[in-house]
């Protein structure tokens, strides 16, 4: 489960791995199709509206999570029994 950041709004939203989906769910509530990586080290942009990566607009800080939040993270915000509810769906 990785984190995903709204390049018109800024709202952070979890990727389609997820349980969630929350990323994708801003996308069709909002309109705003999109996304940038919000993980260290990655810089890519995804159009959910074109299901293509882009080029995309420069944005402001910060440009990813804390280098010691861990993934699935933030710790105690996912279920523990995470793993196993991805794999039953």
Same mark, same amino acid.
């Given at each position: 489960?990785?984190?995903?950041?709204?390049?018109?709004?800024?709202?952070?939203?979890?990727c /389609?791995?997820?349980?969630?989906?929350?990323?994708?769910? #801003?996308?069709?509530?909002?309109?705003h &199709?999109?996304? =940038?990586?919000?993980?260290?080290?990655?810089?890519?942009?995804?159009d959910?509206?074109?299901?293509?990566?882009? /080029?995309?607009?420069?944005?402001?800080?910060p440009?990813? #999570?804390?280098?010691?939040?861990?993934? &699935?993270?933030? =710790?105690?915000?996912?279920p523990t029994?995470?793993?196993?509810?991805?794999?039953?769906?």
């Amino acid at each position: 489960m990785h984190l995903r950041r709204c390049a018109k709004c800024g709202h952070i939203g979890c990727c /389609d791995d997820s349980l969630g989906r929350h990323a994708a769910a #801003h996308w069709r509530e909002t309109k705003h &199709p999109v996304i =940038r990586s919000f993980e260290p080290g990655e810089d890519w942009f995804w159009d959910y509206a074109e299901n293509a990566y882009i /080029d995309g607009p420069e944005l402001a800080p910060p440009q990813h #999570h804390p280098e010691d939040q861990p993934v &699935p993270g933030p =710790r105690g915000r996912v279920p523990t029994d995470w793993a196993d509810r991805l794999r039953a769906r």
